[in-house]
């Protein structure tokens, strides 16, 4: 049982900015490694959807469309 520290999930203040990309910082918080692409497109949706990246154990990164379902490994 380890506590985790920092899950960094804030709830409450939602700032409403004019950005619609406010989700995309959530995806910010992968813990350890530094996940340096972000905003990766969807090949499938276009470019106009992003895919939220995903930290693996095994260091890859896994890109997940939230709208199709897709995911991309690299
Ligand atoms: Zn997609």
Not at 9 to 38: I, M, N, P
Not at 41 to 69: F, L, N, Q, S, W
């Amino acid at each position: 049982m380890g506590k985790k520290k920092g899950s960094g999930q804030k709830k409450g203040k939602t700032k409403h900015s004019k950005t619609e990309r406010v989700k995309v910082s959530k995806f910010y918080s992968v813990s350890g490694d530094k996940v340096d692409k972000l905003g990766k497109e969807c090949p499938k949706c276009g470019t106009a959807v992003k895919m939220g990246a995903h930290k693996e154990k095994d260091g890859k990164i896994r890109y997940a469309c939230g709208k199709c379902g897709m995911n991309i490994f690299e």
